[in-house]
C-alpha cells in the first residue's frame, strides 16, 4: 500500500548568521491511511517545522516529501497551494474564525475560494457541522458559541473541504482540560471513522490520546511507535524534564 504522507532524509536547514540551524536533521516518517498519529515535542524539537512541510506550507532543504504520492518537496507556492487546499484541511489552537460570518459560512468560505458551487457548498458544511454535533448552530455567529464550540466549528470547516488529511496543530492549546478533551474526542471519532489525522503537540497528556507517536528532539525522531508504550511519553534521560512551550 502507497503511503499518504512519506517525509524521506527530510533536513530544513536555516541560516542564522554565521551558524547553521538544523530544524529537521534527516527526518524519516510515513503515515497510511487512516491513522491517527501525534508527532510530538519540545520547543525547538522541529515539530512545528515538520507540521509546515507536511501542511505543505515550506519545502524542505533536502530529502523529499511525498502526499498521495506526489512529490510536493520542490513545488512552487501556486502548485503547493493546490495541493494544500485539495487534499489537507488545517486546525489550528486560536480557531481562525471570521466574526461577521454565521457558523455555516465560516464552515463553507474555503470551499468558496476552491470554486464550489453554492449549493454544494452548503450540503457539505451542513454534513460536517453534522459530524460535530453542531447542526443547530449554523446560523449562530461564533461570538455566541463557546471556545470548545468554535473549535468543532474549525473541525467541520477542515472536514467540508474532504481531505485527505486533518492536520491539527496544538487544537487544544486555548481551551481549558475538559473542553480540551471533548474536542479530542471529537478527533478521535472522526478517526474511528475512517479520517487520517495528524495531531502536532507538546503535551503528552494530549499526544497519547492518538494511536501512535513520533516524538522529536533536535530535529530528529528518537520515537516513533505505538502511543500506549510507556517509552512513547518518557525516556529515561527525559525523566525529571518538563515539557515546556509550543
Not at 453554492?118 to 455566541?144: F, W, Y
Not at 497528556?205 to 511507535?225: N, P
Request: charged share 25%; glycine share 10%; net charge negative.
Amino acid at each position: 500500500m502507497e503511503h499518504l504522507i512519506e517525509l524521506k532524509n527530510v533536513y530544513k536547514i536555516y541560516q542564522m548568521g554565521s551558524e547553521e540551524v538544523h530544524a529537521l536533521d534527516g527526518v524519516n516518517i510515513t503515515i497510511d491511511p487512516g491513522e491517527f498519529v501525534a508527532i510530538v515535542g519540545q520547543s525547538g524539537s522541529g515539530k512545528s517545522t515538520a507540521m509546515n512541510i507536511i501542511g505543505c506550507l515550506d519545502v524542505p532543504t533536502s530529502g523529499t516529501y511525498h502526499l498521495g504520492g506526489t512529490d510536493v518537496s520542490t513545488m512552487d507556492d501556486d502548485q503547493q497551494a493546490e495541493i494544500r487546499n485539495k487534499m489537507l484541511g488545517f486546525i489550528f489552537q486560536q480557531y481562525n474564525l471570521i466574526p461577521k460570518l454565521t457558523v455555516q459560512e465560516n464552515v463553507e468560505l474555503p470551499l468558496l475560494y476552491a470554486g464550489v458551487s453554492a449549493e454544494e457548498r452548503r450540503e457539505r458544511a451542513v454534513r460536517s457541522l453534522g459530524r460535530v454535533g453542531l447542526a443547530d448552530k449554523r446560523k449562530n455567529l461564533p461570538s455566541q458559541l463557546s471556545g470548545g464550540q468554535q473549535q468543532r466549528v474549525s473541525i467541520a470547516r477542515a472536514l467540508a473541504g474532504e481531505p485527505s488529511v486533518i492536520l491539527a496543530d496544538e487544537p487544544t492549546g486555548a481551551l481549558d482540560s475538559r473542553t480540551g478533551r471533548e474536542v479530542l474526542g471529537f478527533l478521535q471519532k472522526l478517526n474511528e471513522e475512517g479520517d487520517t489525522v495528524v495531531l502536532i503537540t507538546h503535551d503528552n497528556s494530549i499526544a497519547v490520546k492518538a494511536k501512535r507517536i513520533v516524538r522529536l528532539q533536535d530535529g530528529r525522531v528518537i520515537y516513533d511507535g505505538d502511543a500506549s508504550d510507556p517509552q512513547a511519553v518518557v525516556r529515561p534521560e527525559d525523566a525529571g524534564d518538563e515539557e515546556v512551550g509550543a
